[in-house]
Structure formats: C-alpha cells, structure tokens
C-alpha cells in the first residue's frame, strides 16, 4: 500500500498561470504543466536563494523530497524552453 502523499506548504497561488511562447497561437502549442509545489521550489531555491534545507522546511517537507520536486520543476522548464511548449501552473497537493 501507497503511503499517503502530504499537503507541501506553499506560499500562496501564483499570480500568473500560463506562459508561452511569443507569435505562436496557443491552439497550436503542446503544454507543460508544473505542480504549485514545484513552482514554490523554484521560488524558493532559485529566485530566493535560500539552500535546499531551509526550503524543505519553509514546505514542511523532507529535505530529499524537496530535491525531487526541484529535479522535476527543472526539467520541466527546460522541456517548455528548449522544445518551445507553453508552461501551465496548476494542481497538486498543496496547502497555503
């Protein structure tokens, strides 16, 4: 049996959801979705600046856990730049 997944602590919802690439119809992008959790570990990590313990913490999470949601915020940013995709903010288990 799965155990159950946590509620990560976020800071609060991201005031804008969508990005995507200039000149091109969003009819006719693939998405990227990222997770508000992985969005509040790039805040955190990269705009912030603070290490990954503090992170984990600020997120009630498990320092391992906050690398593994850091890992795959990453790569999905990078999927949406270099394969020009549209990045989406949303889902996730999260608690403000």
């Given at each position: 049996?799965?155990?159950?997944?946590?509620?990560r602590r976020v800071k609060g919802n991201p005031g804008i959801?969508?990005?995507?690439?200039?000149?091109?119809?969003?009819?006719?992008?693939?998405?990227?979705?990222?997770?508000?959790?992985?969005?509040?570990?790039?805040?955190?990590?990269?705009?912030?600046?603070?290490?990954?313990?503090?992170?984990?913490?600020?997120?009630?999470?498990?320092?391992?856990?906050?690398?593994?949601?850091?890992?795959?915020?990453?790569?999905k940013i990078a999927d949406a730049i270099i394969h020009g995709?549209?990045?989406?903010?949303?889902?996730?288990?999260?608690?403000?």
């Amino acid at each position: 049996m799965v155990r159950p997944r946590l509620c990560r602590r976020v800071k609060g919802n991201p005031g804008i959801t969508y990005f995507k690439p200039r000149g091109v119809p969003l009819r006719e992008l693939a998405e990227v979705v990222l997770l508000v959790e992985e969005y509040e570990a790039v805040r955190l990590k990269d705009l912030e600046g603070l290490d990954q313990e503090a992170c984990a913490a600020k997120m009630h999470i498990s320092q391992p856990t906050f690398h593994r949601l850091l890992v795959a915020a990453r790569k999905k940013i990078a999927d949406a730049i270099i394969h020009g995709k549209a990045i989406k903010i949303e889902g996730g288990t999260f608690r403000l």
